[in-house]
C-alpha cells in the first residue's frame, strides 16, 4: 500500500511569507501616497528610504506574488529564494549605482528605482531574510494519507467460527441398516489344492 506523506497544518515559513507579502503591499502603496502615480519622474522618502512609483510598483507587485505563495509551504520556501536571488542581484547593483563599487555595468541605466544608501541595506537584509525562508524547516507533525477504500469492491468475510457447544456435540445416532455381508466367491478345485490356506474349505462350496 502506498502512503503519501504531507505536512499538517499552517508551517511558519507560510506565515513568514504572508507576513512579508503584506508588508511590502503597505511600504509600496504608502510609497505612492508620496510619489504618486501619475509622475514617473517623481521621488520621495519613506522612512528613509528613497522611492519612485516604478520603486513602489515593484514592492506592490512582490508582495501579491509573496500572498498567493504562502498558500503552501513549498510555495513559501520558493518565495524565499526568488526574494533571496532578487534582492541579492539588486544590493550588488546598488553598490554599483551609489558609486560604492568602482565599476557599473549598468551606468547606462541610470537609477531607475530612485535607491540610496539606506536602500542598499534594506535589500541586504530582505535577501538575507528571503534566504531564512528559503531554508527554514517544516516545524508541524507529519501525517500519511491512507488510500481510499472502493466502495465497490465487497470485502472478504471469513466464516465464523464454530460454537464450544456445536465443536463439542458428537453424532451420537444409532445405525439401524445392518451392514452388507460380504459376498464370497466359490472356489475351484484347482485353487483349493494349490492355495494351502483353503484346505479348511467346505467341500460344497468347491466348483466341479
Do not use: C
Amino acid at each position: 500500500m502506498t502512503h503519501r506523506i504531507k505536512v499538517a497544518g499552517l508551517q511558519p515559513v507560510q506565515v513568514l511569507a504572508g507576513l512579508a507579502g503584506v508588508a511590502f503591499i503597505v511600504f509600496g502603496v504608502v510609497g505612492f501616497t508620496r510619489t504618486g502615480v501619475g509622475d514617473w519622474a517623481a521621488q520621495s522618502y519613506v522612512l528613509g528610504f528613497s522611492v519612485n512609483p516604478l520603486h513602489n510598483t515593484v514592492l506592490v507587485a512582490v508582495g501579491v506574488l509573496g500572498l498567493l505563495m504562502a498558500l503552501g509551504s513549498g510555495l513559501a520556501r520558493l518565495y524565499g529564494w526568488l526574494l533571496f536571488a532578487g534582492f541579492a542581484a539588486l544590493f550588488v547593483w546598488d553598490l554599483m549605482i551609489t558609486g560604492i563599487l568602482a565599476q557599473n555595468p549598468a551606468e547606462q541605466y541610470g537609477n531607475p528605482l530612485a535607491v540610496n544608501t539606506n536602500d542598499n541595506w534594506l535589500h541586504l537584509g530582505l535577501a538575507l531574510f528571503g534566504l531564512l525562508l528559503a531554508v527554514m524547516p517544516a516545524r508541524r507533525k507529519l501525517v500519511e494519507d491512507e488510500e481510499p477504500v472502493d466502495d465497490h469492491v465487497e470485502p472478504h468475510v471469513l466464516p465464523e467460527p464454530r460454537s464450544e457447544a456445536f465443536r463439542g456435540e458428537r453424532d451420537t445416532t444409532p445405525i439401524t441398516e445392518p451392514l452388507p455381508a460380504a459376498r464370497r466367491e466359490p472356489i475351484t478345485q484347482e485353487q483349493a489344492v494349490v492355495d494351502p490356506n483353503t484346505e479348511r474349505v467346505n467341500k460344497d462350496k468347491i466348483k466341479h
